[in-house]
């Protein structure tokens, strides 16, 4: 987006600044994305799918390990520093290879979490369903077709589980 361009710069040291902050070796990776950011300024915007790609993928990364909040793991600044030497070798036109397997395995424990915190939204949901129907029924005894759906829906959170 051409018209943000210009404050990609600026976006991309605060991102820094943070990675700096929270990170060991974060100041590596701040650095090889600032350069990333200095070059698509210069480009005009158009850099390399590849490029775009892995500096996503470092920001996904990013986002992902502080979802996890495992800042403490030993391996982290070898990762970080990785991460780093991925963007900048894209940025100088080598092929970024495979995604490594630490960032995959984050990747799937922070989908794994998402899917189960969706699960655990919908049965409270449906929960709240059913309960609301039983509340109806203990108001008024004799309205006994207001039960009806609960066991269909005690079913389906059974299957859900």
Known sequence: DNQRLAGLAEQFALVGESLGKLYPEGETLAKSLLQSAAHAVHAGGQVSAEHAMEVATSLLYIDASLEDQDL???????????????????RQGHSPGALEVWMEDLYRRVSDRQTMGSVVQELRASLSEIEKHIDQFFRNPAQREVLIPVPAQLSSMRGVL
């Open 72 to 90: 403490d793991h030993p391996e982290l600044a070898g990762r970080v520093q990785r991460l780093a030497q991925r963007v900048g070798g894209v």
